[in-house]
């Protein structure tokens, strides 16, 4: 009798426990296993904010990195993201954002940023460029995006071109390879997806 | 009572046989890698520098890996988010702190994706080894520091390279011969995850990408620069290529490094 008494407070105890665990859960934000949102680190934006991919939750998100010292395809990577954007706006497509992510943790940084896309005319809505903080967080992004780069010895960047759509949830559905590919199935998948 | 001393005798015995894991101080040097630049168009050898750095002289086993997922609770197998490792993440663990009975607890860590074996790395205020690094180590044979020109030592690996891999659980770590710098099983136990694995722009992606496309035929020209006869190597790179930041595989496992981020 004894025994089943002490399950019971053992059960009693469980149950208790349990129901504070969950309470803690509900309290910090729990993003889709899927959901780039997972990564923690920290990116500066123009104005010099730290900004965590997860504050872009409720958005839909394009994705892709270049360098503001790029020569070659990344002035073509943002030209093809200008049609993108002409494209999503004839469909009525509003509540997204543009997010550039720069390799070069060593020349970029707001300040050059800011001018970068200024230059480009793209220093409105729904742009945006973040600047890493170490050659590490490049990695790791690259990595989460399916991008793939090697530092050159001039300190450039050979890198793949690959535009990633993120849903709201910050969930990658889509990828687009190549600063020539045609946007025409990315921007109907992204009017037509409620997520 | 004769029981225990056998067993006593066993544990000692086998205890005795075992390769502390330590970190290894590697003298700096020159690496001449067959892979260039991608934008080195003059077709000449270049060699790049590696300063000095320490590495582990064991890969990371599953009894080590058990303690960091019980201390990071994240990393376990049934807490892990989808975006970090594929669904075969530890597969060779029957729980989210137990392993399979089968599964040697001194083999090496597998079955972990690239993100699980940076914050492995991390969390001993270590990384993984950049490709250059780990090129560097491996291209240590017993007796030389750079045997990859070394046609015997080459051909051991390829010989390596073309056994299909076992289906049996994967054997213990630091069984065999160290190399010229004290490392174990660099070679002939598991592939091991690199920091950049994610460099190489021969993948499936970047085929269809026209500006690539001319970089790759610049790398593939200057590629008869290189030594053409470190076939291991390139087999290597192919593999590297393959994979996903959350690839998990049955021979796939890593060692962490410490110095300062080398590219």
């Not at chain 1, 395809?73 to 706006?89: G, H, R, Y």
């Not at chain 2, 099983?185 to 995850?193: A, F, P, T």
């Given at each position: 009798?004894?025994?089943?008494?002490?399950?019971?407070?053992?059960?009693?105890?469980?149950?208790?426990?349990c129901?504070?665990?969950q309470?803690?859960?509900?309290?910090?934000?729990e993003?889709?296993?899927?959901?780039?949102y997972?990564?923690?680190?920290?990116?500066?934006?123009?104005?010099?904010?730290?900004?965590?991919?997860?504050?872009?939750?409720?958005?839909?998100?394009?994705?892709?990195?270049?360098?503001?010292?790029?020569?070659?395809?990344?002035?073509?990577?943002?030209?093809?993201?200008?049609?993108?954007?002409?494209?999503?706006?004839?469909?009525?497509?509003?509540?997204?954002?543009?997010?550039?992510?720069?390799?070069?943790?060593?020349?970029?940084?707001?300040?050059?940023?800011?001018?970068?896309?200024?230059?480009?005319?793209?220093?409105?809505?729904?742009?945006t460029?973040?600047?890493?903080?170490?050659?590490?967080?490049?990695?790791e992004?690259a990595?989460?995006?399916?991008?793939?780069?090697?530092?050159?010895k001039?300190?450039?960047?050979?890198?793949?071109?690959?535009?990633?759509?993120l849903?709201?949830?910050?969930?990658?559905?889509?990828?687009?390879d190549?600063?020539?590919?045609?946007?025409?199935?990315?921007?109907?998948?992204?009017?037509?997806?409620?997520? | 009572?004769?029981h225990?001393?056998?067993?006593?005798?066993?544990?000692?015995?086998?205890h005795?046989?075992?390769?502390?894991p330590?970190?290894?101080?590697?003298?700096?040097?020159?690496l001449?890698?067959?892979?260039?630049?991608?934008?080195?168009?003059?077709?000449?050898?270049?060699?790049?520098?590696?300063?000095?750095?320490?590495?582990?002289?064991?890969?990371?086993?599953?009894?080590?890996?058990?303690?960091?997922?019980?201390?990071?609770?994240k990393?376990?197998?049934?807490?892990?988010?989808?975006?970090?490792?594929d669904?075969?993440?530890?597969?060779?663990?029957?729980?989210?702190?137990?392993?399979?009975?089968?599964?040697?607890?001194?083999?090496?860590?597998?079955?972990?994706?690239?993100?699980?074996?940076?914050?492995?790395?991390?969390?001993?205020?270590?990384?993984?080894?950049?490709?250059?690094?780990?090129?560097?180590?491996g291209?240590?044979?017993?007796?030389?520091?750079?045997?990859?020109?070394?046609?015997?030592?080459?051909?051991r690996?390829?010989?390596?390279?073309?056994?299909?891999?076992?289906s049996?659980?994967?054997?213990?770590?630091?069984?065999?011969?160290?190399?010229?710098?004290?490392?174990?099983?660099?070679?002939?136990?598991?592939?091991?995850?690199?920091e950049?694995?994610?460099?190489s722009?021969?993948?499936?992606?970047?085929?269809?990408?026209?500006?690539?496309?001319?970089?790759?035929?610049?790398?593939?020209?200057?590629?008869?620069?290189?030594?053409?006869?470190?076939?291991?190597?390139?087999?290597?790179?192919?593999?590297?290529?393959?994979?996903?930041?959350?690839?998990?595989?049955?021979n796939?496992?890593?060692r962490c490094?410490?110095?300062?981020?080398?590219?």
């Amino acid at each position: 009798m004894s025994k089943r008494k002490s399950l019971l407070a053992l059960a009693l105890v469980l149950a208790v426990t349990c129901g504070a665990d969950q309470k803690n859960k509900a309290s910090a934000p729990e993003f889709k296993g899927e959901s780039v949102y997972n990564i923690e680190t920290i990116w500066l934006d123009p104005s010099g904010k730290e900004i965590r991919l997860a504050d872009f939750h409720g958005k839909k998100i394009l994705m892709t990195m270049i360098y503001t010292h790029c020569q070659y395809t990344c002035p073509l990577m943002i030209a093809k993201l200008k049609e993108i954007e002409t494209d999503l706006k004839k469909k009525g497509v509003r509540n997204y954002k543009i997010v550039l992510a720069s390799f070069d943790h060593e020349r970029d940084n707001p300040r050059r940023v800011a001018e970068y896309l200024k230059e480009r005319k793209i220093n409105r809505e729904p742009w945006t460029m973040l600047s890493p903080r170490s050659a590490a967080d490049v990695r790791e992004l690259a990595a989460v995006l399916g991008i793939t780069y090697a530092k050159e010895k001039e300190g450039g960047f050979a890198h793949s071109n690959r535009l990633v759509y993120l849903d709201k949830e910050g969930v990658p559905r889509k990828a687009l390879d190549g600063v020539k590919a045609d946007h025409k199935d990315l921007v109907a998948f992204m009017a037509n997806d409620r997520k | 009572m004769l029981h225990v001393l056998t067993l006593a005798f066993i544990f000692f015995t086998a205890h005795a046989n075992q390769i502390k894991p330590r970190l290894v101080q590697i003298p700096g040097g020159e690496l001449k890698p067959f892979w260039i630049a991608p934008t080195d168009i003059t077709g000449e050898q270049e060699k790049i520098r590696i300063p000095p750095f320490h590495a582990m002289n064991l890969p990371v086993t599953n009894s080590e890996y058990v303690d960091f997922v019980r201390a990071n609770p994240k990393w376990r197998k049934s807490k892990i988010k989808r975006i970090f490792a594929d669904p075969s993440y530890l597969e060779q663990f029957a729980s989210d702190l137990r392993l399979k009975k089968e599964i040697h607890p001194r083999a090496p860590v597998t079955y972990v994706s690239w993100f699980a074996a940076r914050a492995y790395c991390e969390s001993h205020g270590l990384r993984l080894p950049s490709l250059a690094e780990w090129e560097y180590l491996g291209a240590a044979s017993e007796t030389k520091a750079d045997a990859s020109e070394d046609p015997d030592y080459l051909a051991r690996l390829i010989e390596w390279y073309n056994k299909p891999p076992g289906s049996g659980p994967v054997p213990p770590v630091g069984r065999g011969k160290p190399n010229y710098y004290g490392l174990y099983d660099l070679h002939g136990l598991i592939w091991e995850w690199i920091e950049d694995f994610n460099s190489s722009l021969i993948s499936g992606e970047s085929r269809t990408n026209g500006s690539i496309e001319r970089e790759l035929v610049c790398a593939a020209g200057s590629l008869a620069g290189g030594n053409k006869e470190n076939y291991p190597a390139f087999m290597r790179f192919a593999f590297r290529s393959s994979l996903k930041g959350t690839s998990t595989i049955r021979n796939l496992g890593f060692r962490c490094v410490k110095g300062e981020r080398n590219e």
